[in-house]
């Protein structure tokens, strides 16, 4: 099979292109510089110079597909420039799908996030959960604003199936939960929060989720492709039993931070680090949690526990915060 990959010079993507060609298939990528692209390339990846920004630099890549996996994203938190979010997320997110259908695409994939949902203030919700409130994040918002687009193209009769992760770790992550295991690891954690949670799922699962859904998933459909539900509080005690580093004392409710990001808006003009950022306050309280029973049900998917998914994760963080396990 021959696909076409956006995003495959990212954390995702670049482990799905990978995964693909070992099983054999053509991928074709656009990269807007291909030097990035050329561990895959020497893989057989076939590099072509493009950006989802610009519509036409996909057509003559995505030519002849006989499927998309598009999932390319701008993730970033608490940053003061935003702009890419629109042009990435949502226009680019367009570009992608009215390509794929004025090419007669036969089938694709897209990554869309739980966080369309934004907080769910701890429910664990499902494919038909739908958020009406505003959200927390710019991410969060141009996410959902290209969620709606792919659903409207869904119903223009696009065979598009939808994948929706939640947190995505391991090894290679450069997000924002990769900076906070480093600040773990390196005792320069401030706290942790009482209650913030996510559904946590390694990233060779996430993959593994996206090819299912290429094969099994039903044109049409949402798959929440989230592994099992932990606090983050949770998951650094995992940590902590896996690499011994002690967490931080603090520990504050998430009403206090919540406060705190409100408090926080006053100061927005001001250039203040990232972390007292009222955007990346809201997040850091946040709750973003779903059900993968769809996902279990239709396409097999069944993501690794936790603590399976950290001890590798673990390791690597460790060698980049140069650090050595402990007995």
């Given at each position: 099979?021959?696909?076409?990959?956006?995003?495959?010079?990212?954390?995702?993507?670049?482990?799905?292109?990978?995964?693909l060609?070992e099983?054999?298939?053509?991928?074709?990528?656009?990269?807007?510089?291909?030097?990035?692209?050329?561990?895959?390339?020497?893989?057989?990846?076939?590099?072509?110079?493009?950006?989802?920004?610009?519509?036409?630099?996909l057509?003559?890549?995505?030519?002849?597909?006989?499927?998309?996996?598009?999932?390319?994203?701008?993730?970033?938190?608490?940053?003061?420039?935003?702009?890419?979010?629109?042009?990435?997320?949502?226009?680019?997110?367009?570009?992608?799908?009215?390509m794929?259908?004025?090419?007669?695409?036969?089938?694709?994939?897209?990554?869309?996030?739980?966080?369309?949902?934004?907080?769910?203030?701890?429910?664990?919700?499902?494919?038909?959960?739908?958020?009406?409130?505003?959200?927390i994040?710019?991410?969060?918002?141009?996410?959902?604003?290209?969620?709606?687009?792919?659903?409207?193209?869904?119903?223009?009769?696009?065979?598009?199936?939808?994948?929706?992760?939640?947190?995505?770790?391991?090894?290679?992550?450069?997000?924002?939960?990769?900076?906070?295991?480093?600040?773990?690891?390196?005792?320069?954690?401030?706290?942790?929060?009482?209650g913030?949670?996510?559904?946590?799922?390694?990233?060779?699962?996430?993959?593994?989720?996206?090819?299912?859904?290429?094969?099994?998933?039903?044109?049409?459909?949402?798959?929440?492709?989230a592994?099992?539900?932990?606090?983050?509080?949770?998951?650094?005690?995992?940590?902590?039993?896996?690499?011994?580093?002690?967490?931080?004392?603090?520990?504050l409710?998430?009403?206090?931070?919540?406060?705190?990001?409100?408090?926080?808006?006053?100061?927005?003009?001001l250039?203040?680090?990232?972390?007292l950022?009222?955007?990346?306050?809201r997040?850091?309280?946040a709750?973003?949690t779903?059900?993968?029973?769809?996902?279990?049900?239709?396409?097999?998917?069944?993501?690794?526990?936790?603590?399976?998914?950290?001890?590798?994760?673990?390791?690597?963080?460790?060698?980049?915060?140069?650090?050595?396990?402990?007995?």
């Amino acid at each position: 099979m021959r696909y076409f990959v956006t995003g495959a010079t990212g954390f995702i993507g670049g482990r799905l292109a990978r995964v693909l060609l070992e099983h054999g298939h053509q991928v074709v990528i656009v990269a807007r510089t291909p030097g990035k692209a050329a561990a895959l390339q020497a893989l057989g990846a076939e590099v072509h110079q493009g950006d989802i920004t610009d519509r036409e630099s996909l057509r003559a890549p995505m030519q002849g597909a006989d499927g998309v996996f598009h999932v390319a994203g701008w993730y970033k938190v608490g940053v003061r420039n935003t702009a890419p979010g629109q042009a990435i997320n949502v226009e680019g997110t367009r570009h992608v799908l009215s390509m794929m259908q004025e090419l007669a695409i036969p089938k694709g994939v897209y990554t869309s996030t739980l966080a369309i949902n934004s907080d769910t203030d701890g429910r664990i919700v499902d494919e038909t959960y739908h958020f009406n409130g505003s959200h927390i994040s710019e991410y969060d918002r141009t996410k959902a604003e290209a969620h709606y687009i792919a659903d409207a193209f869904i119903r223009a009769g696009l065979p598009l199936v939808i994948v929706q992760p939640g947190i995505v770790y391991g090894p290679g992550d450069e997000s924002s939960l990769h900076d906070t295991f480093q600040q773990y690891l390196k005792g320069q954690l401030p706290m942790l929060i009482e209650g913030t949670a996510f559904s946590w799922a390694h990233v060779d699962d996430i993959v593994e989720a996206h090819i299912l859904a290429m094969d099994k998933g039903r044109p049409g459909e949402s798959y929440i492709i989230a592994g099992d539900t932990h606090t983050l509080v949770e998951a650094i005690g995992i940590a902590q039993a896996i690499t011994h580093v002690k967490p931080p004392a603090l520990v504050l409710p998430r009403s206090v931070v919540k406060a705190m990001s409100a408090f926080m808006r006053v100061f927005s003009p001001l250039p203040l680090p990232t972390m007292l950022n009222g955007e990346y306050l809201r997040v850091s309280a946040a709750t973003y949690t779903g059900s993968n029973a769809k996902a279990r049900r239709e396409l097999g998917h069944n993501p690794r526990p936790l603590r399976e998914g950290l001890i590798p994760t673990l390791a690597w963080e460790m060698e980049q915060a140069g650090k050595t396990a402990k007995p």
